[in-house]
């Protein structure tokens, strides 16, 4: 009986027993995080901050690939599914930064706006996100052959791993700060899409930054790096596309590879930025091309194709005018694709490219022309807001280029630029690296060993390219202030495919005295390791990950990878009156600023204040004052370098002007380490 009793009370005890250890697990846990917090409130800003951006990014890609599958995708049904997902992400992507424009130009830049258009969206485009999710699930890792793409995965791998989490960290790219995030910020603050003050730059086109300007109102300024990085991927992805289908898979191993091996796009990767934007969309106008010269017959015309070709035109052209190359060389292709026939079918298709680019490219061209009065600002036309005769020739700087200075330097501008050229410098401010470039003239020992069906595919490659490297060149040899190799950057998937197809044919010149195949992979796994070598110590230098994982504050970040610069557009911010206007001089930057702060874009405030008011620092001083400054930001450092390098016309007259306006005319507020200077203007009296 007593153990009868004693088992109808045991699941009780049970019970009890459970809770009390449950409780006191529960208690010791609660009491030592207590005592030893595993996070800071700051480490739990940066983590949400990091994800966020990530989810947003993410989101943003899925989004835009449901909407290009929804438009394109009976066109793409026969490509593989990195092919088909990428072009789809690309075309829809697009149509988001036109939507965008849309909403901007109709004073809808609200964040309750744009998750609105979110939502809206991924319910309209359910059942293509569910086919989305079919072509990943059919996406393959591919397998390499052997050790040395073995060693190519590993590289490329390793390389955009370190690439995305630089692009996690806070902005500090020169040209983000100067017009690619101050722009969405200032339409942000608007709620519009405007043109405040002088800043030229936003009078280009702006597929790119609208899209940064979604990213921003869904979850703020860290979503932008990460939707440049994601189209270095796309570019990656479409580039070795384009060379499996056109020269097979071995090609495309070393195609991938060569493109990765150019380290300013892997740093450009990094930024808010719209370089590897262009050069995807660039790489994608020549894959459809491709793809309707296999595909076109007199039963079967792949009118398709020619439509996805103008739409990837479209596109770029919103993105940079340098893209004009794109069209250009197209059209070429097409008509000698078509050379023998009527003359009515050579219209026809390029009317079927034509037609969607134009209406893709026009309305950033009607933009402008409501915001500045002129629909391809600052070019072309002397007219337009913040715009004259002088500026116009500031902007150019004709005559200062190599065919005045050193015409017999545009025969070795090339070489030049993949030895010399080093990314923040003033001589090709790039660096290639020595792979990329230099395989194209490979394609000359080995052209007899391609067959007739990719020496096609290869003449058409090398037209793209030679018509993108004239217009590069012919700007070198205009003005100096295009002596930029990242100019070059939209014709870098071509050349990686070309590279690529060269390097793979390396083996049908190998003889029993010189394995000339495996001389060149030696040669390319060298300069990977030693690529990646530097790209490890350059992040190391950055060190991105504190601030990614918030064991480091977004300010002391930015702090510490922009100098003085920081402090002194912190004090901007936070020490003068609210009411303050603020003109800088010699420095570009203003996305840092939330107060009333005017940049010097195109660095020649002072000398186009001169052109108009005269050497008078009593005028200037008055002009400015009468225009709502209050304040000057000197760039001490930038100024004094420019004066010293000369070519900037900065005559002693002008610098005794700058002296006596400062002496007579200002009051010296701050300096910050002898590289800034802040002055507050005196008032008339």
């Known amino acids: 009986m007593s153990d009868m009793t004693s088992e109808e009370h045991t699941p009780a005890e049970n019970i009890a027993k459970a809770v009390g250890v449950i409780l006191w697990l529960f208690a010791i846990t609660a009491g030592y995080f207590w005592a030893h917090k595993p996070f800071t409130v700051d480490v739990l800003d940066g983590l949400s901050r990091s994800l966020s951006g990530i989810a947003a990014w993410l989101g943003i890609t899925w989004l835009g690939a449901a909407l290009g599958k929804r438009v394109a995708g009976r066109w793409l049904t026969g490509e593989e599914p990195m092919t088909r997902l990428t072009l789809s992400a690309g075309i829809g992507l697009g149509l988001l930064s036109l939507l965008m424009l849309a909403l901007g130009l109709l004073g809808g830049l609200h964040r309750v706006v744009a998750w609105g258009l979110v939502l809206v969206l991924g319910l309209l485009l359910w059942p293509s996100s569910r086919s989305l999710l079919a072509d990943l699930r059919m996406l393959q890792v591919p397998r390499p052959k052997n050790g040395f793409q073995r060693w190519l995965m590993i590289y490329g791998g390793l390389s955009l791993l370190l690439t995305f989490f630089l692009a996690l960290a806070p902005p500090t790219g020169w040209d983000t700060l100067v017009y690619h995030l101050t722009g969405p910020r200032l339409f942000l603050e608007a709620g519009r899409i405007a043109h405040p003050f002088d800043l030229p730059y936003l009078g280009f086109p702006q597929l790119g930054e609208m899209q940064f300007t979604l990213g921003m109102l869904l979850a703020g300024e860290q979503v932008a790096p990460l939707l440049h990085f994601g189209y270095g991927l796309m570019a990656f992805g479409i580039t070795v596309s384009l060379a499996r289908r056109a020269f097979g ?36 106008t020549l894959y459809t091309l491709v793809r309707w010269r296999e595909s076109q017959t007199d039963e079967n015309p792949a009118e398709s194709w020619l439509i996805l070709s103008g739409l990837f035109c479209g596109f770029s052209g919103g993105v940079k005018y340098t893209a004009v190359v794109i069209p250009m060389a197209l059209a070429v292709s097409i008509v000698w694709i078509s050379r023998h026939k009527r003359v009515r079918v050579i219209v026809g298709r390029l009317l079927f490219v034509a037609a969607p680019a134009v209406l893709l490219v026009l309305p950033w061209t009607l933009e402008n022309w409501f915001t500045t009065g002129n629909p391809v600002y600052p070019f072309f036309l002397s007219g337009g807001i913040y715009w004259d005769q002088w500026r116009r020739w500031w902007f150019g700087r004709p005559g200062t280029g190599l ?20 990314e923040g410098a003033d001589l090709y401010d ?26 096609g595919v290869a003449g058409h490659l090398l037209l793209f390219f030679a018509v993108g490297y004239a217009f590069w060149l012919n700007g070198l040899a205009r003005t100096a202030l295009l002596l930029q190799s990242r100019l070059l950057s939209l014709t870098f998937g071509a050349v990686a495919v070309l590279g690529g ?71 901007l911010n936070n020490d003068l009156p609210e009411d303050s206007v603020v003109l800088f001089l010699w420095e570009p930057r203003s996305y840092h600023c939330t107060a009333d702060c005017r940049p010097d874009a195109l660095l020649d405030r ?21 225009a709502g400054a209050t304040h000057l930001l000197l760039h001490r450092t930038g100024y004094e370098k420019l004066v010293e390098d000369g070519f900037d016309p900065i005559t002693e007259a ?32």
């Open 501 to 571: 197809a060269a390097l793979e044919k390396l083996q049908a010149l190998r003889s029993p005295q010189l394995a000339v195949d495996w001389l060149a992979r030696a040669v390319i796994s060298l300069v990977l390791a030693l690529l990646l070598m530097s790209g490890v110590t350059t992040f190391l230098q950055v060190n991105p990950l504190p601030v990614n994982l918030g064991l480091e504050t977004r300010d002391e970040y930015l702090t510490r990878r922009l100098g003085w610069y920081y402090p002194t557009i912190e004090y």
């Open 654 to 685: 002008d610098q005794e002007t700058l002296r006596k306006l400062l002496r007579n005319q200002t009051v010296k507020l701050k300096d910050f380490g002898g590289a800034y200077q802040v002055y507050a203007l005196r008032d008339q009296g």
């Open 430 to 455: 790039a660096t290639i690296g020595p792979l990329l470039l230099p395989s194209l003239p490979l394609l000359i020992a080995v052209w007899q060993k391609l067959t007739r069906k990719a020496r």
């Open 249 to 284: 898979q071995d090609a495309a191993w070393l195609a991938g590879a060569l493109l990765l091996s150019v380290p300013s796009l892997l740093s450009l990767m990094t930024r808010a930025y719209v370089d590897a934007t262009l050069l995807f969309y660039a790489t994608a």
């Open 606 to 626: 002072w000398l186009h204040t001169i052109e108009h008011h005269g050497r008078d620092s009593r005028s200037i001083a008055a002009a400015w004052r009468a």
């Open 403 to 422: 065919a005045a200075t050193a015409p017999w330097r545009l025969l070795t501008a090339p070489i030049e630029a993949v030895i010399l050229g080093t």
